[in-house]
């Protein structure tokens, strides 16, 4: 498979982002959940810290540090590109692709990548802001943790996108992906820790989330960046995610060959 | 608009056949059923957990005990799943029935557009999580010393109150459609607004609360009723929350009405 120029890619982004700015108030009231979720969750930690020093091996300021910290890497790696792809094959608009000399895979991750950044952008200045109300409690790593930490989500966030593709593919056998779709939405930001660190939970559960892709987008990530893993746990990390990609790189690749195989252009 | 039993028995028969119509669309993919239940459950889950592991190293949350602060959870579960099943994803479609024109086949009909919009679409799957809300709302109360017949009532009554300013807050974000076409990101606020109501009110500084409850009143939704039912709702303070809802109505059904004459039908 041919690798699209970077030129073409960039003018995929710059599409994607043209269509987001047609609403812009959309935008802003999208970003109002990103300040709601990491702020609902530090003041309960704060009323939960108000009767206890210590919780699960967290004080009040790893935990406000964990919120800040994971919400931000969930943000960098998100995205929403399963039902997208699902709706596409379902709808029949798939074929407008078809017809064009460009990977519609390829074409969805280019996509996803300018939807996404300008998504993160903003979030990123939203939790910024967060952070400088927060600057007291919140943790400082050492360099490589820092790089490791950022290595990882930044691995996580294509793994993340061709997962979302693999799920959205699923079109090609079953006539709606928005159940799918929607359990995983739902699941994918609690099981990457969004809600609460994931070792509060029992052992084996979280050995379950390592195996697992979720918790590399969230979790794993912010336990690396607080110092809670060694460099060489967040190595093993890092390869983790790394074969999780690889592996969704091949998955994607045989389900695609699979269903456009069996695709009807139903819709059209 | 004046109400006969003809009317209302033809706007049952109307209602009856729309339920009858979109479950037959969703038996056409059973596969949503089932994921959508999966990850609505893992969410509920989590959630309870959450609770659990909080209480377990805490005995109170911001002076609330642990039956009480589930109740606060319980209430919300059973708020939002009602609010899902009857009448949200009605209202939600409307953006892309504007864009897409179809709302225009609304207009052509003998019937509310009103009426139609948000009954069109009775959310089958989210009743497969009822019982499960109502499983927690017992849970909930089994854990609080025997309620009076009086905080039962209010209780009730509350819960009635909160479903009728959720409709205005809902009509309200749905008219809204017809002067700025793209409202989805709006709603994840209502959304996001809604499961912050899960905990306890007293863990915002008191400025979120009396925003929350004078200028968007989304306390009233769910910290209403859950303080009627233990007891710490004040008598003013109620009938503020019953007021609010009724004046809510009636403007919702006046921006909605305006927001209608505005409607130009660009997309037909």
Redesign the interface.
Known sequence: MRLLPLKLGLKIIENSWVRSFVWRSDIFFYRVGDVVSPLVQILIWNAVFATTTAFAGYTKETMISYVLVSSVFIALSRNWASENVGREIKDGLLNQYLVKPVSYVQFVMWNTVGRTMLATLMALVVIVVLGFVYREELYVPDFPHLILSVMIVAVAFVMNILLSIAIGLVAFWITSVEGFSAAYYNVRGLLAGGMFPLNILSPGFLFAMNVLPFSYTGFVPTQVFLGKMTVVESLAALAVVSAWTVALVVIVGVVWRLGIKRYEAVGI | MKLSAHKLRRYAWIWRRAVAMHFGTLV??R??????F???M??MC??F??FI??FA??????GYSKGEVLLFFATMNLIDVLIQISWYRGFFLLPRMVRDGDFDFMLTKPVSPLFMIAFHIFDF?DLTTLPVAIGFLWYAFSLLPSLGAVAWIGYVIFLMNALALAFALNMTLAALTFR???????W??FR??M??LR?PPE??PRGVQFFLTFVVPMLVIVAFPVKAAIGRLPLAVGVYGLAISALALVLASKFWHRGLRAYSSASS
């Open positions: 056409t993919s596969s949503d059923f089932v994921f959508f999966l990850g609505k893992v969410r989590f959630f957990v959450f592991s909080i190293v805490a005995p109170t949350v911001v799957l700025t076409v793209q409202t989805g990101n709006l994840g606020v996001d607004l499961y912050i905990f863990i915002f």
